[in-house]
T-cell receptor, first 112, second 110 residues
Framework: EAQVTQNPRYLITVTGKKLTVTCSQN?????MSWYRQDPGLGLRQIYY???????DKGDVPEGYKVSRKEKRNFPLILESPSPNQTSLYFC???????????FGNGTRLTVT | QKEVEQDPGPLSVPEGAIVSLNCTYS??????FMWYRQYSRKGPELLMY????GNKEDGRFTAQVDKSSKYISLFIRDSQPSDSATYLC??????????FGKGTRLHILP
């Protein structure tokens, strides 16, 4: 089954404790992206990747890092999480940048 | 002016009614138009995808694009309680990233 898999689904952590949210897709998509979704603000793009070893900032990249060492994986790294990063995070992939996106089921992160 | 405007709702309609969801946009370069449906605790899933102007129908769903008015619509016929979800419009210009509306919460009342 074609899918985007994120882990974990739920995560509670404390300020400053580094964490990684994993994302994997099995559709051989070139484009991958991370979004955060907050009430009243909608989906905001954090980082995206056009292909392996090619990543770029989205609209809200501060406090986040990504890597794209393999085509299928696109982890999101929070080196020093802060409470304002409490949010619902989605990974998505597509054939190319403006092709329809396939989303994972989200990771709900709480930073205390 | 925001690039994509979408009424957040909530919109409550009785089962069986026709639902109309809408978005307006400001960028005349947008050529690709999408509607996503998002159930609670799930990721958005693609519902409809259209290129340029015109209508597209898929079962009970019809997507309509009016580029002259910079206005897109999603119609749901014979609405069901299972249609209760948040609907996000999205659009993009060639070679550019997808821009999302903030979503409209829809409740279908049994």
């Amino acid at each position: 089954e074609a899918q985007v898999t994120q882990n974990p689904r739920y995560l509670i952590t404390v300020t400053g404790k580094k964490l990684t949210v994993t994302c994997s897709q099995n559709m051989n998509h070139e484009y991958m992206s991370w979004y955060r979704q907050d009430p009243g603000l909608g989906l905001r793009q954090i980082y995206y990747s056009m292909n392996v070893e090619v990543t770029d900032k989205g609209d809200v990249p501060e406090g986040y890092k990504v890597s794209r060492k393999e085509k299928r994986n696109f982890p999101l790294i929070l080196e020093s999480p802060s409470p304002n990063q409490t949010s619902l995070y989605f990974c998505a992939s597509s054939l190319q940048e403006n092709s329809p996106l396939h989303f994972g089921n989200g990771t709900r992160l709480t930073v205390t | 002016q925001k690039e994509v405007e979408q009424d957040p709702g909530p919109l409550s309609v009785p089962e069986g009614a026709i639902v109309s969801l809408n978005c307006t946009y400001s960028n005349s370069a947008f050529q690709y138009f999408m509607w996503y449906r998002q159930y609670s605790r799930k990721g958005p899933e693609l519902l409809m995808y259209t290129y340029s102007s015109g209508n597209k129908e898929d079962g009970r769903f019809t997507a309509q694009v009016d580029k002259s008015s910079k206005y897109i619509s999603l119609f749901i016929r014979d609405s069901q309680p299972s249609d209760s979800a948040t609907y996000l419009c999205a659009m993009s210009a060639p070679g550019d990233k997808i821009i999302f509306g903030k979503g409209t919460r829809l409740h279908i009342l049994p």
